[in-house]
């Protein structure tokens, strides 16, 4: 899987409210009602990592997830990243 252009990634989000392109990286800060719900997210999303066999560069603090995405393999931001993304998105907007 080859890695985006800095434009094509620009224009990928342009559709993806909240996400932003960083040091090589999309990422995204959700905020919870408390830790165990932003726990629970994380489990939720753990199991779609697994499933598409991509995983985040992630970090929890209390009530907040702060969610980054690379493809290491490919040196930067690949279609993979906007799946697991998209994903993440319809796990979270599904609560």
């Known amino acids: 899987m080859g890695k985006?252009?800095?434009e094509e990634?620009?224009?990928r989000l342009e559709n993806m409210t909240g996400w932003k392109y960083s040091e090589g990286a999309?990422?995204?800060?959700?905020?919870?009602?408390d830790f165990k719900e932003a726990f629970s997210m994380m489990t939720r999303i753990a199991f779609?990592?697994?499933a598409q066999?991509?995983?985040p560069d992630w970090s929890n603090v209390y009530?907040?997830?702060n969610v980054r995405?690379?493809?290491?393999?490919a040196g930067?931001?690949?279609e993979k990243d906007f799946k697991l993304a998209e994903s993440i998105e319809g796990i979270i907007g599904n609560e």
């Open 4 to 6: 985006l252009t800095d």
């Open 9 to 11: 990634i620009g224009k």
């Open 26 to 33: 999309i990422e995204k800060t959700f905020i919870f009602t």
């Open 48 to 50: 779609e990592c697994e």
């Open 53 to 55: 066999n991509h995983h």
């Open 63 to 65: 009530k907040t997830l």
């Open 69 to 73: 995405l690379n493809t290491h393999d």
């Open 76 to 78: 930067g931001v690949t």
